[in-house]
Each structure stands twice: as structure tokens, then as C-alpha cells.
């Protein structure tokens, strides 16, 4: 294991920390093509002219020049964004929950139809209305009209 060199703490495996020098970065930008450069040059504050160049097979890139323009634009520009970006969140949230709700009511009916099964099968076996109420924990009317629909 290494430590670092001057407060002698143990050193672990999990993370690498790189320091790029960005006054450094123009002298070898021509010669480099990748997107740790492209990355690097737009951090640089490269041209807006050449923002599309450095977006380029790099997604990631790409939305940080975008919300990097949002942040930069005027206040009722940034409005009209934010309460576009609020309506597609609340859609999404009003899916979300119909989704939802639409599980919890198809787990009730399943256990609706589970426990009509039980009932069935425990009336079958000759167990009286009030033990089955006791064990299922549903009322003897509930059973009486769950024994009444399997039948």
C-alpha cells in the first residue's frame, strides 16, 4: 500500500485524481483528437463557434453547452424554460402516479381473487364462518358473500 508523502495517510485504490494544466492544453490541441481534449478546451472557454466541432461523439458535451447557454440566457427566456421544464416533470409525475395506482388496484384484485380461493377452500374443508374470520381477519358477511360468488 502507498501513503501519501506528507501526512502518511494510507492511500487506497478507488479513486485517481489528474490535474490538467489548461494554459498548457493549446500547444498540443491540433494534435489530439479525443474527448478528454474536447472536454477540456470547452472547460478552456472555447468559441461558441466551435462549440459544435467539440460536440461532436460527445453527448455529455453537448448537454453541458446546452445548459450552459440556458444559464446564460436572458430572464424571460431562462421563465419560459423553467415552466416548460415543470410541465414535462409534472406529465411525468401525473404518469407516474396513474402507473402506480394502477398496481396498487391490480394487486388488490389479485388478492381480492386469492383470498375468494381461501375462503373456498376453507368452507370445502367444512370450517364454520367464524373460524375463517378469525384466521383471515375478514368479517363473516365478507366471507358469506365470498362463499356465495364461488358457489
Keep these: 500500500m502507498q501513503r501519501e508523502d506528507h501526512t502518511g495517510e494510507l492511500l487506497i485504490d478507488d479513486i485517481e485524481i489528474h490535474f490538467m494544466e489548461l494554459p498548457k ?3 498540443k490541441a491540433q494534435e489530439m483528437d479525443s474527448r478528454l481534449l474536447k472536454w477540456l478546451m470547452f472547460i478552456d472557454g472555447a468559441s461558441q463557434d466551435r ?31 423553467e415552466a416548460r421544464k415543470k410541465a414535462l416533470l409534472d ?20 388478492k381480492a381473487e386469492r383470498d375468494k380461493e381461501v375462503v373456498a377452500g376453507m368452507l ?18 365478507e366471507i358469506e358473500e365470498l362463499g356465495k360468488q364461488v358457489h
Design 25 to 27: 492544453l493549446g500547444i
Design 51 to 81: 462549440w459544435e466541432e467539440l460536440a461532436m461523439d460527445t453527448p455529455g458535451l453537448k448537454k453541458a453547452m446546452t445548459t450552459l447557454e440556458f444559464l446564460s440566457q436572458d430572464k424571460e427566456a431562462r421563465m419560459l424554460y
Design 124 to 141: 370445502q374443508e367444512g370450517l364454520s364462518v367464524s373460524v375463517i374470520s378469525r384466521i383471515t381477519g375478514l368479517s363473516e358477511a
Design 91 to 110: 406529465e411525468q409525475s401525473a404518469l407516474d402516479y396513474v402507473e402506480s395506482r394502477g398496481r396498487e388496484e391490480g394487486r388488490l384484485e389479485g
